[in-house]
């Protein structure tokens, strides 16, 4: 039978349309990682790498001067810091390394787990512009969500080297649940998903509920049903990542569960649902219907339900926490869309879908366009694109002439978020430490020292009682007076932020 060229040259033509803008993407991408713009939770995992980096064996808290475990301290970071102490590279350099190994695993798992559900060319780099670009039409910017903008801000995160091992622990639990026909893989292949799912949990532990929820879904989903044999290695699987989790010798993972005061932080998730993840929703809840009509235990649909039931009852019950969840039900509606446009649905279906999907995508483009504003000198933008572009956080490395590792410097919160990532402790921690017993004193500390109130007997006794070496604040920040006997005026920063040496 002849084959009609064009019906040959399509496929390939539709995948290279859809590969083009993809690899753009990833080229931007790269080219942020190069200048790594500060903002949220890089401090810290500069920190850790730090903390690591001096004492691979006890590390201590990375944030404070107390001896004290951390959930920061996960396999991936105790690799980053080993890396840090053989190379000598500096947190920085070794976090623009850890990037670019974390986009290549999330790039790659989610061309191997869409692969697994269909076989048409064009369905990967579909399936990546889909998750980098189908969300709402306003900004979210979150670690553990794939938006681009999301993306270029948090790509050198745990969460992002956590997410890329997800898609490939998918992948890989639906070809072992395959493999060799009903009986599936053997033992060797479940036994280091086990591992592969314990390293997930260890390294972010949002994204590990994320991973756990698709890895059921995949189970419950699989085509024939798993057999007893098969069933029994997933025990084994489950037993040994349990195993592992229990050795972990940086912290006590499942202190973990008992957690309080979440909840505030996370609030935010459940505010605007429609601007940030609109698009997502509006075009990914029809698709899944549409797979659910087509088998009523597809595996993106139970990981849909799974992520959507724990979301609304996280806000229904004032667990605010539970909504980290919110991508094990965005990331199988995004997905659902990007299969659904080669599925083996109704063709003039397929074409509505198609068309809303480009415009969604284009919406989505421009919505986070401002991140051309990393790579691209702002002055070089078009207005309209500046106007939505967001200035990293400039950093503290001006400190460093002054400030030598290990050294105590008492700041406000959003200070405690940076300085800690050049080497230097702060008295109170920038972000919730669960594990640090006095946590509430210090803070307290660091509020009573700047509350124009407290006498000046009280602040000299807190710079004593915490080993104070630096003060850095604002002239309108509060606490003792420039001229005070206790300090001494050591540079001046940004924005007019001043050091202080404590004297004595």
Excluded at 72 to 86: D, R
Excluded at 193 to 204: D, E, N
């Amino acid at each position: 039978m002849r084959v009609a060229p064009n019906a040959v040259i399509r496929p390939y033509t539709r995948a290279a349309a859809l590969s083009v803008p993809a690899l753009l993407l990833l080229v931007l991408l790269l080219l942020v990682i190069v200048r790594l713009p500060w903002a949220g939770d890089l401090g810290i995992h500069a920190a850790t790498i730090e903390r690591l980096r001096h004492d691979l064996v006890d590390p201590g808290n990375p944030l404070v001067d107390a001896d004290t475990p951390s959930p920061y301290y996960s396999p991936w970071m105790l690799l980053l810091g080993c890396l840090a102490k053989v190379t000598g590279l500096s947190a920085f350099a070794v976090l623009r390394g850890a990037a670019v190994v974390g986009l290549a695993l999330l790039v790659s798992g989610v061309w191997r787990f869409v692969r697994t559900f269909s076989d048409r060319r064009g369905a990967p780099p579909l399936a990546l512009l889909c998750l980098l670009l189908l969300w709402g039409p306003g900004l979210f910017t979150w670690s553990g969500f794939l938006g681009l903008n999301s993306l270029a801000l948090t790509v050198s995160y745990p969460s992002t080297f956590a997410l890329g091992l997800s898609f490939h622990f998918w992948a890989l639990l639906r070809r072992a649940l395959r493999g060799a026909g009903r009986r599936g893989a053997g033992w060797p292949a479940f036994l280091g998903l086990g591992v592969l799912w314990s390293v997930i949990l260890l390294s972010h532990q949002f994204t590990g509920v994320v991973a756990s929820f698709g890895g059921l879904a995949m189970v419950l989903g699989a085509r024939p049903w798993p057999t007893r044999g098969l069933l029994l290695r997933l025990a084994g699987a489950l037993a040994l990542g349990l195993a592992v989790l229990l050795a972990w010798p940086y912290y006590s993972f499942f202190d973990l569960f008992g957690v309080g005061d979440l909840e505030e932080i996370h609030r935010s998730l459940y505010r605007h649902l429609l601007s940030h993840f609109g698009l997502a929703l509006l075009l990914g809840v029809p698709a899944l219907a549409l797979r659910w009509r087509r088998d009523r235990r597809d595996p993106l649909v139970l990981f849909f339900l799974l992520g959507a039931v724990m979301f609304a009852a996280g806000g229904l019950t004032g667990h605010y926490s539970w909504g980290r969840v919110l991508p094990a039900a965005l990331i199988p509606a995004q997905l659902a869309v990007a299969l659904e446009v080669f599925g083996a649905g109704r063709a003039g279906v397929r074409r509505a879908l198609t068309w809303l999907l480009g415009a969604a995508l284009l919406l989505g483009a421009w919505t986070q366009a401002g991140m051309l504003g990393y790579v691209v000198p702002r002055d070089a933008l078009p207005a309209p694109v500046a106007a939505k572009y967001r200035p990293p956080w400039p950093g503290y490395r001006w400190l460093t002439e002054k400030v030598r590792y290990g050294d105590v410097v008492l700041a406000k919160t959003f200070p405690s978020r940076q300085i800690p990532a050049y080497g230097p402790y702060t008295v109170a921690p920038g972000y919730p430490d669960f594990f640090l017993p006095d946590q509430e004193e210090r803070v307290a500390a660091v509020r009573a020292y700047f509350a124009p109130s407290t006498p000046r007997t009280d602040r000299v006794d807190i710079l004593r009682r915490y080993g104070v070496r630096w003060v850095v604040a604002y002239p309108s920040d509060g606490g003792l007076q420039p001229d005070d006997p206790a300090l001494r005026r050591a540079a001046t920063g940004p924005r007019g932020q001043v050091l202080y040496e404590v004297r004595g």
